[in-house]
T-cell receptor
Framework: GAGVSQSPRYKVAKRGQDVALRCDPISGHVSLFWYQQALGQGPEFLTYFQNEAQLDKSGLPSDRFFAERPEGSVSTLKIQRTQQEDSAVYLC????????????FGQGTRLTVV | RKEVEQDPGPFNVPEGATVAFNCTYSNSASQSFFWYRQDCRKEPKLLMSVYSSGNEDGRFTAQLNRASQYISLLIRDSKLSDSATYLCVVTRGNQGGKLIFGQGTELSVKP
């Protein structure tokens, strides 16, 4: 399909394990965002890329969280030494560059840390 | 205090009812405004943008008051299919369209 694709859809990790979440944005979309959504809450901003440049990572909760988009297309969010409080849905969104343009979301990766 | 705040939910209404959601934002530099809809266990999807002059899309009307930093969404003649969580969203200038979400208001329309 032509939408934003995320994988895996579900991930169960043991506490202390490293995980990598993948996002394939819509082709041609310059902007890519990662959000974290806890149950019953709105999505919380994690980080933003414009092409391959990470312009804002102010929302990353700790240095265990790392994101990259090396070729300006696919992005990976990596969480090292996962903890139970990392359990959430991780949403990726992409958009054409500019204010007021619609952001399209992937279906998310539901991470459960046990 | 969160940057975008919404009415607490859930709202439980009968089919055909009119329901209004309110939202306030604290940053006066906010530039663009949206309502997103999120169905249970699904991703958020754009419902409508919100313009200063107010705008309507079928049964949905959105209003923006920049002076009061207040956004509203009115749904007329509610349908069962309107049941979802409604997210108020703002963006700030010079941040590439970064979306800042409220916590969402859950709507349940009953027969």
């Amino acid at each position: 399909g032509a939408g934003v694709s995320q994988s895996p859809r579900y991930k169960v990790a043991k506490r202390g394990q490293d995980v990598a979440l993948r996002c394939d944005p819509i082709s041609g979309h310059v902007s890519l965002f990662w959000y974290q959504q806890a149950l019953g809450q709105g999505p919380e901003f994690l980080t933003y890329f414009q092409n391959e440049a990470q312009l804002d990572k102010s929302g990353l909760p700790s240095d265990r969280f790392f994101a990259e988009r090396p070729e300006g297309s696919v992005s990976t969010l990596k969480i090292q030494r996962t903890q139970q409080e990392d359990s959430a849905v991780y949403l990726c969104a992409s958009s054409l560059l500019g204010q007021g343009t619609e952001a399209f979301f992937g279906q998310g990766t539901r991470l459960t840390v046990v | 205090r969160k940057e975008v705040e919404q009415d607490p939910g859930p709202f439980n209404v009968p089919e055909g009812a009119t329901v209004a959601f309110n939202c306030t934002y604290s940053n006066s530099a906010s530039q663009s405004f949206f309502w997103y809809r999120q169905d249970c266990r699904k991703e958020p999807k754009l419902l409508m943008s919100v313009y200063s002059s107010g705008n309507e899309d079928g049964r949905f009307t959105a209003q923006l008051n920049r002076a009061s930093q207040y956004i509203s969404l009115l749904i007329r003649d509610s349908k069962l299919s309107d049941s979802a969580t409604y997210l108020c969203v703002v963006t700030r200038g010079n941040q590439g369209g970064k979306l800042i979400f409220g916590q969402g208001t859950e709507l349940s329309v009953k027969p």
